[in-house]
């Protein structure tokens, strides 16, 4: 099946479906959480989603990406089997103490977490459900190693439409809070883990007698590649989740409310670039390993191209029409400046347009290049935060993230140049016709919002800005392909 210029395969369907539904999902439950938890509430669920995304990668110890790399072209059972109850156990043992901790720490902690009343039921919330998220991420990672598209995909819808069915049933219930959203949540990835773990295990045949540890050198060979990821991803989470923690303690859960909110609705722009990326990782490393460098890069311009033509559009309508579909779908305490929601988008944009680059940096070992990088420009971000919120707010929080994650992307674009992946990986033509169509649409876009009247301006300007793409991404290549078809 063929879309623009670039062929759609059924696994990229099937990933587009799934996160069509579960980011869909996610979505609407976060919008009616921010309905019905209101500001205060909302921040408060949400600072402790983003405590248990922050403290995953430690419980990890960077096991995910390592399972992809060592069973992705695995062919026996044994060969399969065995690293994932190493991973298991390991993970187990991290996720469990890291939650213990947090169990017995929660009163001290609650102080410098939230202002929210139920800060420490909340912290206690998170250490039950970490263990659950890592051996969720675990599994999928595994499924997703072992191209079970169909399977993962179910069960990140299932597990979408269960969440969004309990939240209602909590509000009906007249029982929902952000402590018993958590727990829900917990529960409802359990059910799923457990469908996981099912999945793979009969599958790809593994038997319980086949659950056997991988010798201790295999295991300390796992760790030094998984320990820099881990640590690697330390910093991830540092550009992408710490703001929410540093902004509720700073300036309290209804301010984080609001942050978080507008984070959601520009996330559909990483929902848009995860089924290219889920595909992409596997088929990458299966291709360098096999030397198959043209293949590779070949994978990469047509996941990557597709990617990029229609992401940097949708960037852009998310910045023009955010605030306002924030006010509309939530209330209008939600409301962001466009500046915000522009500089948020950046955010997203640069962090999904530079994983190519990222990949293979983590394919051909770069590992400890990558955790360097990523702890430097995770603490700039941590830094700019606390010192550009008290002066600018929101925007100056948004803006220290965006810094740093452009600083991130240079970084490894560098990195990969190295190794012979830089401007090898752009797709062919495709990047300067999109920043001319760019170019294009803003112009048009601020040409509206200069002669429109003022309650207008946002869906008038979205309008000339996908008139001006439109025509110059797709109208003149089809224009110079007909003329030289003549």
Not at 119 to 138: E, S
Not at 360 to 384: E, N, Q, V
Request: net charge positive.
């Amino acid at each position: 099946m063929k879309i623009g210029p670039w062929r759609i395969e059924a696994a990229l369907l099937q990933r587009f479906l799934a996160e069509a539904i579960t980011k869909g999902s996610a979505l609407i439950l976060a919008f009616l959480l921010a309905r019905w938890l209101a500001v205060e509430g909302f921040g408060a669920y949400s600072q402790t989603q983003a405590l248990v995304a922050v403290l995953v990668p430690l419980a990890l110890l960077g096991l995910g990406f390592a399972i992809v790399r060592q069973i992705a072209g695995a062919t026996t059972t044994q060969d399969i089997a065995s690293p994932i109850a190493t991973a298991f156990l390991l993970v187990s043992l991290t996720s469990i103490s890291i939650g213990v901790v947090l169990w017995f720490t929660a009163v001290p902690l609650a102080g410098v977490f939230s202002n929210h009343p139920s800060a420490v039921a909340l912290i206690r919330a998170a250490a039950v459900l970490l263990p659950v998220a890592g051996w969720q991420t675990l599994f999928l990672e595994a499924l997703r190693a072992r191209q079970r598209v169909r399977a993962a995909t179910a069960i990140q819808i299932g597990e979408a439409l269960f969440a969004l069915s309990g939240v209602v049933a909590l509000l009906w219930l007249d029982t929902l809070t952000p402590v018993t959203a958590i727990a829900l949540i917990t529960a409802v990835k359990t059910v799923f883990l457990i469908w996981a773990v099912a999945d793979l295990f009969f599958s790809q045949a593994i038997r319980p007698t086949q659950l056997v540890l991988l010798s201790p050198r295999c295991i300390r060979t796992a760790l030094v590649l998984g320990i820099p990821i881990m640590i690697a991803g330390l910093g991830e989470v540092m550009m992408g989740f710490v703001d929410r923690l540093l902004i509720g303690s700073m300036a309290g859960s209804d301010t984080v409310g609001r942050y978080v909110a507008a984070q959601t609705l520009i996330a559909i722009l990483a929902s848009w670039g995860a089924p290219y990326w889920w595909l992409l990782y596997p088929r990458m490393a299966r291709a360098l390993a096999d030397k198959a460098h043209a293949e590779a890069i070949a994978t990469v311009h047509r996941l990557f191209g597709a990617f990029i033509l229609y992401a940097a559009p949708l960037a852009a309508l998310l910045a023009i029409l955010g605030p306002g579909v924030l006010a509309l779908a939530i209330g209008e305490e939600y409301r962001m400046s466009h500046a915000v929601m522009a500089a948020l988008a950046a955010v997203v944009f640069v962090n999904q347009s530079a994983t190519p680059w990222e990949y293979s940096l983590y394919i051909s070992g770069r590992a400890l290049f990558l955790m360097i990088a990523s702890l430097f420009w995770g603490a700039c971000a941590l830094a700019a935060i606390a010192t550009l919120l008290p002066q600018m707010g929101l925007l100056g929080a948004a803006i220290a993230v965006a810094g740093a994650r452009l600083g991130f992307a240079v970084t490894v674009v560098l990195g990969a140049r190295q190794q012979g992946m830089g401007a090898v990986l752009l797709p062919p033509g495709l990047t300067l016709r999109t920043l001319a169509a760019l170019g294009g649409g803003i112009l048009a876009a601020a040409i509206a919002a200069f002669i429109t009247a003022q309650a207008e301006i946002a869906w008038m300007s979205a309008v000339l800005f996908l008139v001006a793409y439109g025509l110059i991404a797709f109208g003149v290549p089809s224009l110079q392909a007909r003329r030289a078809s003549r």
